[in-house]
T-cell receptor
Framework: RKEVEQDPGPFNVPEGATVAFNCTYS??????FFWYRQDCRKEPKLLMS???SGNEDGRFTAQLNRASQYISLLIRDSKLSDSATYLC???????????FGAGTTVTVRA | GAGVSQSPRYKVAKRGQDVALRCDPI?????LFWYQQALGQGPEFLTY????????KSGLPSDRFFAERPEGSVSTLKIQRTQQEDSAVYLC????????????FGPGTRLTVT
């Protein structure tokens, strides 16, 4: 079993729609979780950290479920500029080494 | 301020050639990381420096890969006798320190081995 399973998509949604996707992980030693965003042929950039209590940043909501070992990202009121690949990321090993999922591609259409 | 910079941005190497990829981290960042990203995959950890000390090189795929950061600032990733499977984007990231600090990525070097 892969250490992480991330739905590759693509999720093709109209502007204004809500889109949500999960990432499941198998390493229970994983300590911290993040969502990174990567635009085509660009570098990854931190979107948000993920906390057990759930957290929001504007139109983005992230959740962590340690019991079921998954994290989720929900994007409300999608904008064209949200089109990107969203990488599920976690850290182990002293909280510095990042491990990345393969990414979920989201395309928002006008 | 300036972000992480990498050079060259693109490199084409013939199989068997040696290549050197450079990373300039954000000034003052103690931690520096190298990742390899194959097409359609997420980045994979290669190695980690804290200042000039290479504390983790567990992700380097073979002994053909070597990284250094002699003065605790600029880092170089060297790949000897390149193979086709080395074709990937090599990303460098830096962070303020070890721990749960945000890692800032450079634009990457796209290496193609022919």
């Amino acid at each position: 079993r892969k250490e992480v399973e991330q739905d590759p998509g693509p999720f093709n949604v109209p502007e204004g729609a809500t889109v949500a996707f999960n990432c499941t992980y198998s390493n229970s030693a994983s300590q911290s979780f993040f969502w990174y965003r990567q635009d085509c042929r660009k570098e990854p950039k931190l979107l948000m950290s993920v906390y057990s209590s759930g957290n929001e940043d504007g139109r983005f909501t992230a959740q962590l479920n340690r019991a079921s070992q998954y994290i989720s990202l929900l994007i409300r009121d999608s904008k064209l500029s949200d089109s990107a690949t969203y990488l599920c990321v976690w850290s182990t090993g002293g909280d510095y080494k990042l491990s990345f999922g393969a990414g979920t591609t989201v395309t928002v259409r006008a | 301020g300036a972000g992480v910079s990498q050079s060259p941005r693109y490199k084409v190497a013939k199989r068997g050639q040696d290549v050197a990829l450079r990373c300039d981290p954000i000034s003052g960042h103690v931690s520096l990381f190298w990742y390899q990203q194959a097409l359609g995959q997420g980045p994979e950890f290669l190695t980690y420096f804290q200042n000039e000390a290479q504390l983790d090189k567990s992700g380097l795929p073979s002994d053909r890969f070597f990284a250094e950061r002699p003065e605790g600032s600029v880092s170089t990733l060297k790949i000897q006798r390149t193979q086709q499977e080395d074709s990937a984007v090599y990303l460098c990231a830096s962070s303020l320190s070890r721990g749960p600090y945000e890692q800032y990525f450079g634009p990457g070097t796209r290496l193609t081995v022919t």
